[in-house]
């Protein structure tokens, strides 16, 4: 099976609908999706990690926290 392919942190934030500003945001203050430090600078997503996050986004109502 070959390994997941990570998407860098522009192409994760147009997946999700996001700036990459406000997805550099939501990582620096722990709110956002999962990630890997590839390398001490570069970061990356896992598409994988990415739906996950989306999943647990979802409220019926906007009074659910």
């Known amino acids: ?3 997941p392919v990570l998407l860098n942190v522009r192409e994760a934030a ?3 609908g996001l700036s990459k500003s406000t997805l550099d945001k939501m990582r620096c203050a722990g709110k956002g999706p999962r990630f890997v430090k ?8 896992d598409p994988a990690d990415l739906d996950a996050w989306i999943s647990a986004q979802r409220r019926s109502s906007t009074s659910e926290m």
């Open 1 to 3: 099976m070959p390994p």
């Open 14 to 16: 147009a997946r999700l």
């Open 38 to 45: 590839s390398t001490a600078r570069a970061v990356r997503y």
